[in-house]
């Protein structure tokens, strides 16, 4: 049984959820699995929403996806076991082909698979595998692409509009870095910050207050 927020009727309502297909594991074993994330993982438990069903990140290598027209939900094995799982800094996430679900291991072996066979037999297929260490450096003197600007969506101006959204970061353009620049490095963490909605880019947290937007299909 869950609470569930209707967006017609503006009300929470209780939902039952029947389970489809036979139990992943046991008890005992869902026991090893962490239910809080851990502090070199995600901040939080991650959901998306793909074509009228919920996926919801419940513990370290499970998943739930829950149907919200017939009422039926199913468990779902990531593809990373319990005990990977305690190691892996997990995200989960909807990019342009659908579900994906990338982690990081040792600070920067960085994969991403995406979910498969969503009406038939559920599998996820690896998509990207890469060690990011030799990448990871970030420059001191700011090089050219990594300058940009945050901006606070929904912030007016003061005439009270929100201007033209002309937003310094460009979705189109994978190649931004200038890494013939002088520059001065240092160590850092990599993390995932989440996926871009409509294209194949990840975005990574690198060091305090600097990401990057990197593009899967072009590294």
């Not at 509009?161 to 520059?183: H, K």
Request: contains cysteine; charged residues 25%.
């Amino acid at each position: 049984m869950l609470d569930v927020f209707s967006s017609s009727t503006k009300e929470w309502q209780k939902r039952l959820f029947i389970r489809e297909g036979e139990a992943l594991d046991t008890v005992a074993t869902i026991r090893l699995d962490s239910l809080e994330p851990t502090f070199w993982g995600s901040r939080w438990r991650y959901g998306v929403y793909w074509r009228g069903a919920l996926y919801v990140h419940c513990r370290g290598a499970f998943v739930a996806r829950l149907f919200l027209q017939d009422g039926k939900y199913q468990v779902v094995k990531t593809p990373i076991d319990i005990e990977e799982s305690k190691r892996a800094q997990p995200c989960l996430g909807k990019s342009e082909k659908g579900v994906y679900f990338a982690t990081i291991h040792d600070e920067y072996l960085f994969r991403v698979w995406i979910l498969l066979n969503e009406s038939c037999q559920i599998s996820w297929s690896l998509k990207h595998h890469i060690d990011l260490n030799p990448w990871a450096t970030i420059y001191l003197n700011q090089p050219k692409g990594i300058d940009k600007t945050w901006f606070l969506y929904g912030d007016n101006n003061e005439d009270g509009t929100n201007g033209d959204e002309n937003f310094e970061w460009n979705s189109d353009d994978d190649n931004v870095l200038n890494i013939e620049d002088d520059y001065e490095p240092f160590y850092s963490h990599v993390s995932i910050l989440g996926f871009h909605p409509y294209k194949e880019i990840v975005f990574l947290e690198v060091s305090s207050f600097r990401v990057v937007a990197y593009h899967l299909n072009s590294s």
